[in-house]
Nanobody, 116 residues
Framework: QVQLVESGGGLVQAGGSLRLSCAASRTIFLINVMGWYRQAPGKQRELVAAISRRGNTDYEDYVKGRFTISRDNAKNTLYLQMNSLKPEDTAVYYC??????????WGQGTQVTVSS
């Protein structure tokens, strides 16, 4: 069973930057799309950014121009570069891999806290 392990979260002041990483325990085959989600207290989990198997990226409006999703296939790692962070970006961030079968793999999450 492949595992996803996120890292890079922490406490940062508004306007600061963080880079999240999501490392897979082994190569994952038949990936359809990889993405980052977040869940703030009392709110539903929401999509932040996604990257398709072809490398096409997509961002939710609230992070466009500030966040960048990327991947390193050789390292089996997904990244999320977060710049110009705002207090409303505070959440637990999860990486997700959706297979062509429709199955989803989730990481355990990493906390991002942005202070004002």
């Amino acid at each position: 069973q492949v595992q996803l392990v996120e890292s890079g979260g922490g406490l940062v002041q508004a306007g600061g930057s963080l880079r999240l990483s999501c490392a897979a325990s082994r190569t994952i085959f038949l990936i359809n799309v990889m993405g980052w989600y977040r869940q703030a207290p009392g709110k539903q989990r929401e999509l932040v950014a996604a990257i398709s198997r072809r490398g096409n990226t997509d961002y939710e409006d609230y992070v466009k121009g500030r966040f960048t999703i990327s991947r390193d296939n050789a390292k089996n790692t997904l990244y999320l570069q977060m710049n110009s962070l705002k207090p409303e970006d505070t959440a637990v961030y999860y990486c997700n891999v959706r297979l062509v079968s429709g199955a989803n793999i989730w990481g355990q999450g990493t906390q991002v806290t942005v202070s004002s």
